[in-house]
């Protein structure tokens, strides 16, 4: 059995995949999500093999979420255009749908799905490679997930802190948090979200990364000591 996730910001669209989903015997749906930062909810809190990815979201590209998944998940685009399926491709997804989707064609896909190795989890080696473009003086500067300490608000954009240097970015906090929500990341205080793979001490107001003391938020404490104790 494949557990489904849909992302998809069409209502139409979303109906149309559940409907199919339905109607093969070992997929399950497990939610329905509009955007990337819904879905970052689903991807915590449950085991999800196979995402349904629309490119065009809001927020937060389809695209760019898939960049920074890479190999965690069985990924099946879907799009009203044809132009990204080289770059689709590229990132290792199981196929890549136009819509108006057939069901004759969904089912094609799905043949493709069951084919492929299993994946490993998160906590596995093809986490290493994960990685994401970011826009810092009008060029892409390349950062690996796992480099990335923890991230800071400064309104509408963010510092991301790496053990080497910083850049800065034209991002609220909130969607580079989704972005990173099923790589071990997770968001302590209103203007700070943490890898928790390098928190080295914390306290009940502080966690310790790389010689940097962060604050922990009253309103995320409870959260915070949760994931850090198990």
């Not at 196929?95 to 069951?114: G, N, V």
């Not at 906090?173 to 968001?187: D, K, P, T, V, Y």
């Amino acid at each position: 059995m494949y557990n489904c996730l849909i992302i998809e910001d069409e209502p139409l669209a979303a109906e149309i995949l559940r409907d199919y989903i339905g109607e093969v015997s070992d997929l399950h749906l497990v939610g329905m999500c509009r955007d990337v930062m819904s879905a970052s909810e689903y991807l915590r809190n449950q085991k999800i093999d196979v995402l349904f990815v629309d490119i065009h979201l809001p927020k937060v590209k389809g695209i760019d979420f898939i960049r920074t998944i890479q190999n965690q998940y069985q990924v099946i685009l879907t799009t009203a255009y044809n132009q990204y399926a080289i770059e689709g491709f590229d990132l290792n997804v199981v196929d890549y749908l136009l819509k108006p989707i057939e069901f004759s064609r969904f089912l094609q896909a799905i043949q493709k799905l069951k084919k492929n190795q299993p994946l490993v989890n998160i906590e596995a080696s093809t986490q290493k490679d994960a990685f994401h473009f970011f826009n810092v003086d009008k060029k892409q500067v390349k950062v690996f997930i796992k480099d990335i300490l923890y991230i800071e608000s400064l309104k509408d954009y963010v510092k991301i802190h790496t053990a080497k240097n910083y850049l800065v970015t034209k991002l609220q906090i909130g969607e580079l948090e989704s972005l990173l929500a099923s790589a071990n990341f997770l968001r302590i205080h209103k203007s700070y979200v943490v890898n928790l793979d390098k928190v080295s001490a914390y306290s009940a107001t502080h966690v310790e990364i790389d010689g940097h003391e962060i604050p922990v938020g009253r309103s995320y404490k409870e959260l915070v000591m949760k994931q850090l104790k198990s």
